[in-house]
C-alpha cells in the first residue's frame, strides 16, 4: 500500500521545508515536491514530524501490590492518539528471578501493543546469575539499556556496591545503565518521620521526598558511572539539585542525559495540597511534583541541551487503586498517565509560549531519545528508508483535556482542564494510520518489538577514551632492589 503526505511542512530536529512524503511497505520511500501515485493524506497547514518516542512508560507494571492500568493495548493507543508512535517499557524481573524469564512475561503482555515498543531491563538483584544473562539480554534479546532504582528501600532498590558492579557490566558490554535518582535511605527514614508525626496524607508524600535526595542520588549516580567507564541516562529529572549535577557533569564531558517528565514542567505542587483527598493522591509520583523554579530550570535544561528528552513515566493507576494509601501516604501506588497528552501540552506550554523552537521539540519528544537509545534514523527521523512512524500536526487543532473520552482506561486526568492548541490530525505507525482527524483507527497487535544494538556512538567513543585515559603502569629507569 502507497500513501502520500500532500501539502505540508516536514519539521525534524535540524530542518523545517516544505515536501510531501511517500510510504510503501511502512517505510518512506521519497522525499520531494508533488509527489503522487498513491492513497492521500492532506497535510495542508500542518507539519509532518517524527512521531513521538516516549522512552519511559509502565504499562501493566507490577507496582505496590497492583498492576498499573493501563497495559499495552489502551497504553499505547492513548501515545498513538496524542502523535506518540514508539513507547519502551522496563522489564522488570521480581527479586531472584531470570532476567531472561522476565522478558518471556514482557513479551506476553507486549503481543497486544498498536504501536512499536522497546524494553529498558531493570537490575533489581545483583548476583552471578544476573551478571552472565545481562550479556544475552543486550547481544541476543536487543536491549541496550538497564535501569536502576536507587529509591524503593526494600523492594527495587539497588546499593552502590551493586550499582557500580552493574555499571562496570554496562560499560563493558556498550550499553546504557539508567537510574532513578532518589536517596531511598533517607526517603524511608523521613516517611517513617512524617507518619509517626501524624502526617498521613498525600502530601506528606511530597515532604518525604525534598529535592535533595533526588540532588544527592544523582550526584552519585554520576560519579560511580564515571568511574565504572559508563555513560548515564538519568530518569525523571525533577528538580534543580538534579539538573545542576547533570549540567555539570556534562560541562566536564562526561555522557549523561537527564530526562524531564512532562508532569513536572507543567503542574506544580500545589497539588498535593489541594482539600479532596483523591485529587491530591492521584497525583503521588516519584518524584513528587516541584515549585516553579525548579520548573523553570527544567526548561531552561532543554532550551539550554543540559537535558535531552521528554517523556511521561507513565504508569496510571485508577482512583480505586489510589485509595489503597488512605491513612498512609506510603501505600498510595507511585505513578500518573501521560502519554496521550505528553506532546500536545509540550507543544502548548513550550512552543507556543516561545521556550522551545518546533526543531527543538522535535529533537526532546522524538530524534534525541532514537539517538541515545541507538535507533535512529529507523527512528526519529523524516528520511528515507526510516520508519514511517510519522505525526501530521495540526499546530491549530484545540481541546480541553478531559478524562472524559481519553484513551487511557483510567478515570481521571492529571491535566484535567488544560487548553491545549496543537494537536495530531493523522498519526501513522510504520505506513498505517491509526489516528485520523480524532478517529482511532488503531490495531491491536500492529505493534513490533524494536531490537536495539548496543555500543551507540557515544558509548563507543566514552569506552575509546576511558580505554585511553585508563591507570597505567609507570615505565621507571631506576627502581630501587627490595628487601635493602
Ligand atoms: N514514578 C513513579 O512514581 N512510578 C513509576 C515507577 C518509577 O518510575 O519510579
Ligand atoms: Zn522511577
Ligand atoms: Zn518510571
Redesign the pocket.
Known amino acids: 500500500m502507497t500513501t502520500i503526505i500532500k501539502n505540508g511542512t516536514i519539521v525534524t530536529a535540524d530542518l523545517t521545508y516544505k515536501a510531501d512524503v511517500k510510504v510503501e511497505g511502512g517505510v518512506i520511500t521519497e522525499i520531494g515536491p508533488n509527489l503522487s501515485g498513491g492513497d492521500e493524506l492532506d497535510a495542508t497547514g500542518c507539519y509532518v514530524m517524527p512521531g513521538g518516542i516516549d522512552p519511559h512508560v509502565?504499562l501493566e507494571m507490577p507496582?505496590m501490590g497492583t498492576y498499573s492500568t493501563d497495559d499495552f493495548e489502551s497504553g499505547t493507543r492513548a501515545g498513538l492518539a496524542g502523535g506518540t508512535t514508539m513507547v519502551i517499557d522496563f522489564c522488570l524481573p521480581s527479586p531472584g528471578q531470570s532476567l531472561l524469564e522476565a522478558i518471556q512475561m514482557w513479551d506476553n503482555k507486549s503481543t497486544r501493543a498498536n504501536c512499536d515498543y522497546s524494553f529498558h531491563m531493570a537490575i533489581t538483584w545483583w548476583g552471578e546469575q544476573v551478571f552472565n544473562e545481562m550479556e544475552t539480554v543486550v547481544k541476543e534479546k536487543g536491549i541496550n539499556s538497564f535501569k536502576h532504582?536507587l529509591?524503593y528501600k526494600g523492594a527495587l532498590m539497588v546499593n552502590d556496591d551493586e550499582l557500580y558492579a552493574s555499571f562496570k557490566r554496562c560499560a563493558a558490554l556498550g550499553a546504557t545503565p539508567m537510574v532513578?535518582a532518589e536517596n531511598g535511605d533517607v526517603i524511608a527514614e523521613l516517611s517513617a518521620q512524617l507518619l509517626a508525626q501524624g502526617n498521613n496524607g498525600p502530601e506528606a508524600h511530597a515532604y518525604s521526598r525534598p529535592s535533595q535526595v533526588e540532588g544527592e542520588a544523582t550526584n552519585r549516580a554520576i560519579m560511580i558511572a564515571d568511574m565504572a567507564g559508563a555513560a548515564l541516562y538519568v530518569?525523571?529529572t525533577s528538580c534543580e539539585e538534579s539538573h545542576e549535577a547533570i549540567r555539570r557533569a556534562r560541562q566536564n564531558g562526561k555522557r549523561v542525559w537527564g530526562e524531564p517528565l512532562i508532569q513536572h514542567l507543567t503542574l506544580d505542587e500545589t497539588e498535593y495540597f489541594n482539600d479532596d483527598w483523591d485529587h491530591a493522591a492521584r497525583r503521588v509520583?516519584?518524584p513528587p511534583f516541584r515549585n516553579k523554579q525548579h520548573q523553570d530550570s527544567l526548561w531552561a535544561g532543554l532550551q539550554a541541551g543540559s537535558l535531552s528528552v521528554v517523556a511521561t513515566?507513565h504508569?496510571a493507576f485508577t482512583t480505586e487503586q489510589k485509595r489503597t494509601g488512605v491513612g498512609d501516604f506510603t501505600k498510595i501506588p507511585?505513578?500518573t498517565g501521560g502519554l496521550e497528552d505528553r506532546m500536545p501540552m509540550l507543544w502548548t506550554y513550550g512552543v507556543s509560549t516561545g521556550r522551545l523552537t518546533m526543531n527543538e521539540f522535535v529533537a526532546v519528544t522524538s530524534t534525541n531519545i532514537a539517538k541515545i537509545m541507538n535507533m535512529y534514523p529507523k527512528k526519529g527521523a523524516v528520511l528515507v528508508g526510516a520508519d514511517a512512524d510519522l505525526v501530521v500536526w495540526d499546530p491549530n487543532k484545540e481541546k480541553t483535556i478531559s478524562a472524559n473520552g481519553q484513551q487511557s482506561a483510567i478515570d481521571y486526568n492529571v491535566f484535567e482542564g488544560k487548553k491545549v492548541k496543537g494537536l495530531p490530525r493523522f498519526t501513522m505507525t510504520r505506513g498505517m494510520v491509526a489516528i485520523a482527524d480524532g478517529e482511532v483507527k488503531t490495531q491491536e497487535g500492529h505493534g513490533q518489538f524494536v531490537k536495539r544494538e548496543p555500543n551507540a556512538p557515544v558509548n563507543a567513543a566514552l569506552s575509546k577514551w576511558k580505554e585511553l585515559s585508563a591507570p597505567t603502569p609507570v615505565k621507571r629507569t631506576g627502581i630501587p632492589a627490595t628487601g635493602v
Do not use: K, Q
Request: proline fraction near 0%; charged fraction near 10%.
Open positions: 509502565h507496582f532504582f529509591a532513578h530518569v525523571h509520583m516519584s513515566d504508569c507511585n505513578g
